[in-house]
Protein backbone atom coordinates (compact mmCIF):
# COMPACT_ATOMS: atom_id res chain seq x y z
CA UNK A 1 0.00 0.00 0.00
CA UNK A 2 1.79 3.51 -0.52
CA UNK A 3 1.63 6.37 1.08
CA UNK A 4 -1.09 8.37 -0.22
CA UNK A 5 -3.34 4.79 -0.10
CA UNK A 6 -2.59 4.01 3.58
CA UNK A 7 -3.37 8.33 4.46
CA UNK A 8 -7.03 7.60 3.00
CA UNK A 9 -7.75 4.18 4.78
CA UNK A 10 -7.22 6.38 8.20
CA UNK A 11 -5.20 3.53 9.65
CA UNK A 12 -2.37 5.98 10.14
CA UNK A 13 -3.00 6.03 13.93
CA UNK A 14 -0.82 9.51 14.55
CA UNK A 15 -3.15 11.44 12.14
CA UNK A 16 -1.50 13.52 9.04
CA UNK A 17 -1.65 16.29 11.51
CA UNK A 18 1.31 14.92 13.02
CA UNK A 19 3.02 15.51 9.93
CA UNK A 20 2.69 19.04 8.87
CA UNK A 21 1.14 20.71 11.99
CA UNK A 22 0.69 23.46 10.28
CA UNK A 23 -2.03 22.60 7.81
CA UNK A 24 -5.84 23.46 8.40
CA UNK A 25 -8.49 21.20 9.39
CA UNK A 26 -10.30 21.92 6.27
CA UNK A 27 -6.87 20.85 4.14
CA UNK A 28 -6.79 18.09 5.85
CA UNK A 29 -10.10 17.06 4.57
CA UNK A 30 -8.71 16.94 1.54
CA UNK A 31 -7.82 13.33 2.55
CA UNK A 32 -11.22 12.29 1.35
CA UNK A 33 -12.32 10.39 -0.85
CA UNK A 34 -11.79 7.49 1.44
CA UNK A 35 -11.03 4.32 -0.41
CA UNK A 36 -11.52 0.64 -0.10
CA UNK A 37 -7.42 -0.56 0.71
CA UNK A 38 -6.15 -3.82 -0.99
CA UNK A 39 -5.81 -6.87 0.72
CA UNK A 40 -2.28 -7.62 1.12
CA UNK A 41 -3.31 -11.00 -0.26
CA UNK A 42 -5.48 -13.25 -2.57
CA UNK A 43 -8.75 -14.19 -0.83
CA UNK A 44 -8.06 -17.56 -1.22
CA UNK A 45 -4.42 -16.94 0.81
CA UNK A 46 -6.90 -18.07 4.01
CA UNK A 47 -8.10 -21.16 3.01
CA UNK A 48 -9.36 -23.69 4.62
CA UNK A 49 -9.72 -21.87 7.78
CA UNK A 50 -11.28 -19.03 6.08
CA UNK A 51 -12.60 -19.42 2.95
CA UNK A 52 -11.74 -17.53 -0.58
CA UNK A 53 -15.66 -16.48 -1.80
CA UNK A 54 -16.66 -15.25 1.68
CA UNK A 55 -13.04 -12.68 1.62
CA UNK A 56 -14.37 -11.75 -1.89
CA UNK A 57 -17.89 -11.06 -1.32
CA UNK A 58 -16.69 -9.41 2.15
CA UNK A 59 -13.79 -7.20 0.91
CA UNK A 60 -15.46 -6.45 -2.34
CA UNK A 61 -19.41 -5.96 -1.45
CA UNK A 62 -19.24 -5.26 2.14
CA UNK A 63 -16.65 -3.57 3.02
CA UNK A 64 -16.81 -1.49 -0.77
CA UNK A 65 -20.81 -0.59 0.59
CA UNK A 66 -19.54 1.00 3.80
CA UNK A 67 -16.66 3.29 1.99
CA UNK A 68 -19.16 4.51 -0.84
CA UNK A 69 -21.96 5.62 1.94
CA UNK A 70 -19.27 7.22 3.84
CA UNK A 71 -17.89 9.24 1.56
CA UNK A 72 -21.64 10.50 0.28
CA UNK A 73 -22.09 11.83 3.49
CA UNK A 74 -18.81 13.39 3.50
CA UNK A 75 -19.15 14.95 0.24
CA UNK A 76 -20.77 18.24 1.47
CA UNK A 77 -17.08 18.99 3.05
CA UNK A 78 -18.79 20.00 6.76
CA UNK A 79 -17.04 17.92 8.87
CA UNK A 80 -13.52 18.65 10.00
CA UNK A 81 -11.53 15.78 10.90
CA UNK A 82 -8.06 14.42 10.08
CA UNK A 83 -7.75 10.82 10.31
CA UNK A 84 -10.44 8.39 10.16
CA UNK A 85 -9.98 7.49 13.94
CA UNK A 86 -10.48 11.07 14.31
CA UNK A 87 -13.43 11.40 12.30
CA UNK A 88 -14.91 8.28 14.17
CA UNK A 89 -13.73 10.31 18.14
CA UNK A 90 -15.66 13.29 17.28
CA UNK A 91 -18.61 12.96 14.98
CA UNK A 92 -19.83 9.30 15.17
CA UNK A 93 -21.52 10.25 18.57
CA UNK A 94 -23.34 12.92 16.07
CA UNK A 95 -23.66 11.26 13.05
CA UNK A 96 -25.39 7.35 12.64
CA UNK A 97 -23.72 8.01 9.25
CA UNK A 98 -20.33 8.56 10.43
CA UNK A 99 -20.98 5.75 13.16
CA UNK A 100 -22.10 2.88 11.33
CA UNK A 101 -20.42 3.54 7.60
CA UNK A 102 -17.31 4.84 8.55
CA UNK A 103 -17.14 2.39 11.51
CA UNK A 104 -17.75 -0.17 9.02
CA UNK A 105 -14.84 1.30 7.21
CA UNK A 106 -12.17 1.32 10.03
CA UNK A 107 -13.27 -2.18 11.85
CA UNK A 108 -12.85 -3.71 8.27
CA UNK A 109 -9.35 -2.01 7.31
CA UNK A 110 -8.23 -3.18 10.61
CA UNK A 111 -9.08 -7.07 10.13
CA UNK A 112 -7.54 -7.06 6.71
CA UNK A 113 -4.43 -5.98 8.25
CA UNK A 114 -4.40 -8.28 11.30
CA UNK A 115 -4.89 -11.91 9.38
CA UNK A 116 -2.38 -14.28 7.29
CA UNK A 117 -2.03 -17.09 6.13
CA UNK A 118 -3.17 -19.85 8.87
CA UNK A 119 -1.37 -20.89 11.67
CA UNK A 120 2.08 -18.53 10.25
CA UNK A 121 1.87 -16.22 12.76
CA UNK A 122 3.72 -16.86 16.38
CA UNK A 123 2.72 -14.31 19.32
CA UNK A 124 5.82 -11.94 19.83
CA UNK A 125 7.40 -12.62 23.31
CA UNK A 126 6.69 -8.94 24.36
CA UNK A 127 3.11 -9.20 23.52
CA UNK A 128 2.98 -12.47 25.03
CA UNK A 129 4.18 -11.21 28.04
CA UNK A 130 1.68 -8.20 27.81
CA UNK A 131 -1.06 -11.00 27.53
CA UNK A 132 0.25 -13.14 30.51
CA UNK A 133 0.19 -9.91 32.29
CA UNK A 134 -3.48 -8.97 32.14
CA UNK A 135 -4.95 -12.06 31.01
CA UNK A 136 -2.87 -14.49 33.50
CA UNK A 137 -1.87 -16.82 30.09
CA UNK A 138 -2.25 -16.57 26.51
CA UNK A 139 -4.40 -19.43 26.81
CA UNK A 140 -6.92 -17.91 29.51
CA UNK A 141 -6.92 -14.94 26.84
CA UNK A 142 -8.02 -16.55 24.05
CA UNK A 143 -10.45 -18.40 25.89
CA UNK A 144 -11.99 -15.25 27.04
CA UNK A 145 -11.68 -13.26 23.41
CA UNK A 146 -13.39 -16.27 21.85
CA UNK A 147 -16.26 -16.10 24.26
CA UNK A 148 -16.94 -12.61 24.41
CA UNK A 149 -16.90 -12.92 20.55
CA UNK A 150 -19.66 -15.81 21.39
CA UNK A 151 -21.62 -13.93 23.70
CA UNK A 152 -22.15 -10.64 21.42
CA UNK A 153 -25.41 -10.98 20.52
CA UNK A 154 -26.67 -10.55 17.06
CA UNK A 155 -24.41 -8.27 15.06
CA UNK A 156 -20.93 -7.14 16.27
CA UNK A 157 -17.11 -7.31 17.32
CA UNK A 158 -15.11 -8.74 20.24
CA UNK A 159 -12.02 -6.49 20.44
CA UNK A 160 -8.66 -6.87 22.10
CA UNK A 161 -7.64 -3.16 22.59
CA UNK A 162 -5.35 -1.29 24.70
CA UNK A 163 -6.51 1.75 27.04
CA UNK A 164 -4.99 5.17 27.90
CA UNK A 165 -3.05 4.26 30.23
CA UNK A 166 -1.77 0.98 28.12
CA UNK A 167 -3.11 -2.06 29.41
CA UNK A 168 -5.14 -4.98 27.38
CA UNK A 169 -8.74 -5.34 27.36
CA UNK A 170 -11.43 -7.41 26.24
CA UNK A 171 -14.30 -5.95 24.95
CA UNK A 172 -17.31 -6.14 22.34
CA UNK A 173 -19.58 -3.64 20.20
CA UNK A 174 -22.75 -4.23 18.86
CA UNK A 175 -23.16 -3.32 14.88
CA UNK A 176 -20.38 -1.30 13.64
CA UNK A 177 -19.11 0.23 16.47
CA UNK A 178 -15.75 -0.10 17.81
CA UNK A 179 -13.83 1.24 20.96
CA UNK A 180 -12.75 4.61 19.40
CA UNK A 181 -15.94 6.38 19.04
CA UNK A 182 -17.29 7.99 22.56
CA UNK A 183 -20.38 6.47 22.75
CA UNK A 184 -22.43 5.72 26.33
CA UNK A 185 -21.66 2.33 27.41
CA UNK A 186 -18.49 1.79 24.86
CA UNK A 187 -15.20 0.92 26.57
CA UNK A 188 -12.62 3.51 25.25
CA UNK A 189 -9.34 2.47 23.73
CA UNK A 190 -7.17 1.77 20.52
CA UNK A 191 -8.17 -1.43 18.70
CA UNK A 192 -5.45 -4.16 18.08
CA UNK A 193 -7.77 -6.86 16.56
CA UNK A 194 -11.16 -7.38 16.32
CA UNK A 195 -13.39 -10.30 15.26
CA UNK A 196 -16.10 -9.75 12.99
CA UNK A 197 -19.25 -11.79 14.21
CA UNK A 198 -21.54 -10.28 11.54
CA UNK A 199 -22.92 -13.82 9.66
CA UNK A 200 -22.18 -12.35 6.27
CA UNK A 201 -18.13 -12.83 7.71
CA UNK A 202 -18.85 -16.60 8.31
CA UNK A 203 -22.29 -17.79 7.15
CA UNK A 204 -21.47 -19.23 3.45
CA UNK A 205 -19.00 -21.41 5.25
CA UNK A 206 -19.75 -22.10 8.87
CA UNK A 207 -23.63 -21.74 8.28
CA UNK A 208 -24.63 -21.05 12.14
CA UNK A 209 -21.84 -22.49 13.79
CA UNK A 210 -20.10 -19.37 14.98
CA UNK A 211 -17.52 -21.13 17.39
CA UNK A 212 -16.21 -22.89 14.72
CA UNK A 213 -15.78 -19.94 12.33
CA UNK A 214 -13.89 -18.10 15.72
CA UNK A 215 -11.87 -20.94 16.17
CA UNK A 216 -10.61 -20.52 12.67
CA UNK A 217 -10.27 -16.79 12.49
CA UNK A 218 -8.02 -17.07 15.58
CA UNK A 219 -5.86 -19.62 13.91
CA UNK A 220 -4.91 -16.54 10.89
CA UNK A 221 -4.65 -13.74 13.11
CA UNK A 222 -1.19 -11.85 12.34
CA UNK A 223 0.22 -11.78 15.71
CA UNK A 224 3.06 -9.37 14.15
CA UNK A 225 0.56 -6.53 13.15
CA UNK A 226 -1.62 -6.54 16.51
CA UNK A 227 1.87 -6.26 18.69
CA UNK A 228 3.11 -3.33 15.95
CA UNK A 229 -0.34 -1.76 16.82
CA UNK A 230 -0.16 -2.42 20.41
CA UNK A 231 3.74 -0.69 19.96
CA UNK A 232 2.52 2.30 18.00
CA UNK A 233 1.77 5.72 20.07
Known sequence: MDKR???KTGLGIAGLSLVNPVQSLQTLAAVTPFELPKLPYAYNALEPALDAR????????????????????????????SSLEDLLQNHAHLNKIIRNQGGGHYNHSLLWRTLTVPNSSKMPEDLKMEIIKYFESVEGFKVKLKQTALSQFGSGWAWLCKAADGKLF??????????????EGLVQGKPLLGIDVWEHAYYLKFLNKRADYVDAFMSCINWNEVNRLRLDK
Open 5 to 7: SFI
Open 54 to 81: TMEIHHSKHHAAYVEKLNAELANGKLSY
Open 170 to 183: ITATQNQDNPLMKI
